[in-house]
């Protein structure tokens, strides 16, 4: 038989749990999920979480024994970010968070069942050195733009041009150079500083 061409958007990991409102409440309330549904009565014996736009399964019945493998892992904007959240809520830290050889910096936690699950973001800095010369290039910038560009610098941890690199690069390639979270971020700094023009305002710019 000819092996079918299959669409697939997403997946859904889904983990045994003994108690599903009690595993509701320690992964809203401890890890910082949203109750998506929950469904089987009073007490529920089903029930959907969300992290972002992932949704994590939450099913009645016999959690495995404790293992060494992850039950799901979660990639997400700024993982350091979550550990700060998850260790002031004394969720139990399997593995402290650290930069993998896998070019991804995660850690993991342990829930009350059982299961290994781990949070990680991308490392981009990994990969050899790459040998450049940077030279001085005179530019003129908008006001409002200008200063958000430097607050978003300081948020990525970045000089201020080399994260103007990475936005040319990204650029070059026909892709976004932020996650989620920093758009996020990005919304914030544009009422912060009063920005109200859209991507395209640059060709209308005058300067008193």
Known sequence: MTKPVVDCDYVNPGIAVSD???AV??????????????????PPTFAGVTLGSVQLFLAQGTPPPPADISSAFFHVGDADQLYQLHQSNGVEIAQPIGDRPYAIR????RDPWGHLIVFGHNLY??????????????VRIEKRLAALLEDLAKHKRMSLGSCLEEMILHTNE???????????YIQELKKKHG?????HASYRFVED
């Open 20 to 22: 599903v409102p009690a």
């Open 25 to 42: 409440d320690f992964y809203t309330n401890k890890l910082g999920f949203t109750l998506g549904f929950t469904w089987g009565g009073d």
């Open 106 to 109: 995660d850690y993991a936690i």
């Open 125 to 138: 800095n990994a990969g050899p050195p790459v040998k450049i010369e940077r030279v001085d290039v005179p």
């Open 174 to 184: 026909g892709v976004g150079s932020h996650t989620k979270s920093t758009l996020r």
């Open 195 to 199: 920005i109200d023009y859209d991507c």
